[in-house]
Structure formats: C-alpha cells, structure tokens
C-alpha cells in the first residue's frame, strides 16, 4: 500500500474535522447574531492579560483531565500516546457543550472502546450511590454490590420497578423515596430478539446524537 494511499483517511478526516468546527463556529455566530454589541462591550472592559488568564483558565481544565487520562490508561494500554489522553480531555468538552452537559462520559467511553480499552458505564455517585432516600435504590444497590463483591456483573434482568425523576433536591426530601412504578422489563424496539454482541451504555439522547444529522 503506497503512503498515499495510507495518508488519505487521514485527510479526508482532517477536512472533515475542518468543516465541523466551521459549521459549529456559523451556528455560535448565528445564535448570539443579535448580542454582539452586549458581548463587544463586555469583553472591552477586560485587559489582554485578563482575556489571556479567562482562556487560560478554561484551556488547562480539559488538558489537566487528557494528562490524567493518559497517565491511567496507559497502564492498562501501553500504547496509548499522551495526544490520545488529550483527545479523551477534549471529547469530554466536546460532549458537555453540545449535550448541555449530559454527554461528556458517553463520548469519552466510545473514544477509549474505539482505541481498544473495555470501558464499563457504571452507577452516577450523586443519583445513584447518595440517593436522597432512606438507601440506595435496590435494584442499583444489588448491582453495585455484586461488582465491588465479584469483580463483574454476570447478568442484568430489568428492574420490577421504575422511578420518577425527581424535581426536588432541597433538604427537606433527605429520607423521601422516589415515587415507584410497576415495569413490564426489556422492550424490543427492532430486529431479531435473539442476538449478541457489544452494549455501549450512556446516555441515549448522546448517542442519538452520533448519528442523527440534525445537530
């Protein structure tokens, strides 16, 4: 295979990348079209070196967490190059913004799966680990245990019950179990009910995302 011809992925993902972060740079300037003068007279009032320190500031975050990717994943994939690491920082970055921040861990665990790292999409610590009720919910609870316990999960069945999102996190709801629905377990949505493979988990509008062309 000529180097060309091994070159031109590459390329063709370049121009690619290229025409995404112009076409996300005319949808910024589009959406804020009628606050430019708030914005211009916001941002006049800061010096250079104050605009320097904002972007400073806002840069190291996502470097930081790439460094700090490279340094764990490496253990496990000595092969994983610090550009990587930093790629996972800026994945994360990416999937916060256009997710409103619901989106960051899906888009990180698809990138490490696509680079070769099994990745396991484990319970929330805030929702999950510290629900606001008397315990943990049981059906998270008796996962969470089975792989602090064992090392692994062997089988997920669907929970009997489902719960209501809750509105309110004040501390009057410390002790208060969420409202409880009888569930009817796993829905087929398509195809065959017989099948096999790999389960991506995450958060399903993000991987809506990935492939609707709309956003």
Not at 202 to 207: E, L, S, V
Request: glycine share 8%.
């Amino acid at each position: 295979m000529s180097q060309a011809a091994v070159q031109q992925p590459s390329r063709k993902k370049a121009v690619i990348s290229l025409l995404v972060l112009l076409a996300l740079t005319c949808i910024i300037v589009f959406t804020f079209k009628d606050h430019w003068a708030e914005i211009t007279a916001a941002l006049a009032q800061l010096s250079v070196w104050q605009v320097l320190a904002v972007l400073a500031v806002g840069i190291s975050y996502p470097l930081l967490e790439g460094c700090v990717a490279w340094v764990i994943v490496r253990s496990r994939l000595p092969q994983f190059k610090l550009w990587q690491g930093l790629d996972v920082g800026w994945c994360g970055t990416f999937g916060n913004v256009v997710t409103l921040g619901a989106g960051a861990v899906p888009v990180q665990l698809y990138y490490l799966h696509k680079v070769g790292l099994p990745t396991f999409y484990g319970q929330a610590f805030l929702p999950d680990v510290c629900e606001l009720g008397p315990a943990m919910l049981p059906y998270t609870e008796r996962y969470f245990a089975e792989l602090l316990r064992t090392g692994t999960i062997r089988e997920v069945t669907p929970s009997d019950v489902w719960y209501e999102s809750r509105t309110d996190f004040s501390p009057s709801q410390i002790g208060i179990a969420p409202a409880a629905h009888p569930d009817d377990g796993f829905q087929l949505l398509q195809g065959s009910p017989t099948f096999s493979g790999e389960i991506l988990g995450g958060c399903i509008d993000t991987f809506y995302d990935f492939f609707d062309g709309t956003r």
